[in-house]
């Protein structure tokens, strides 16, 4: 069964500084991986997701993951953050599933940017 | 991108009774939807997965007579939480993959969620 590790729940970082938001996951074949964010009273929004190829893929809003396979870990990135980046972070494997895709979510992270 | 609506977006109700979510694909078809559960400060859990024209598939531990499940349409799934009770209470999520059937892999879109409060 696969599943993902976020290891911080809570993060704090000043506006501008840089960001690195951990994931790690488990699975037994190549796995898709996606970070979400989720903003109060918004669905989630998909920030990036690797499939395939390069390892170091490039998101909405500024934000990059590197998928390092021999550390099972997709780490989020981003170079100097911006307040409106507060929010909650999930990091997600899904397994490919016919016309679908079954995702399970690390427990999130909250991200807390002081000005 | 592609949006799924949610409504309500928040309910109360007594425990006892029956509470229907809706999710809509607003601007795509959805032969299949997803149901999530997300308590506070939690992660999301899937409950099941709602396929257009045939049964809900229900993840292990979760109760489908409680949690009735109708992808009527391919734009529509409803879930209904029956004999609701206090600690039915949480956030209700749902998601829609779009894209053909049978695609590598289609790009789920999420609802904005349903706050289910139960007294």
């Known amino acids: 069964a696969q599943s993902v590790t976020q290891p911080d729940i809570h993060i704090t970082v000043s506006e501008g500084a840089s960001l690195e938001l951990r994931c790690n996951y488990s699975y037994g074949a190549t796995p898709y991986l996606f970070w979400y964010v989720q903003s109060p009273g918004q669905g989630l929004q998909l920030l990036l997701k690797?499939?395939?190829?390069d390892t170091l893929v490039q998101g909405i809003k500024g934000f990059e993951a590197e998928f390092k396979r021999s550390q099972s870990s997709f780490n989020l990135r981003k170079p100097s953050v911006h307040w409106s980046d507060a929010a909650e972070y999930f990091c997600?494997?899904?397994?490919?599933w016919g016309g679908g895709n079954k995702l399970t979510f690390g427990t999130g992270t909250q991200l807390k940017v002081e000005l | 991108g592609a949006v799924v609506s949610q409504h309500p977006s928040r309910v109360i109700c007594k425990s006892g009774t029956s509470v229907k979510i809706e999710c809509r694909s607003l601007d795509f078809q959805a032969t299949t939807m997803f149901w999530y559960r997300q308590f506070p400060k939690q992660s999301l859990m899937l409950m099941a997965t709602s396929n257009e024209g045939s049964k809900a598939t229900y993840e292990q531990g979760v109760e489908k007579d409680k949690f009735l499940i109708n992808h009527a349409s391919l734009t529509l799934s409803t879930l209904t939480v029956t004999s609701a009770h206090p600690e039915d209470s949480s956030f209700y999520i749902c998601s829609a993959p779009s894209g053909e059937r049978g695609g590598l892999y289609n790009e789920q879109f999420f609802g904005p969620g349903t706050r289910l409060t139960v007294l």
């Open positions: 690797y499939f395939s190829g």
């Open positions: 997600a494997v899904g397994a490919s």
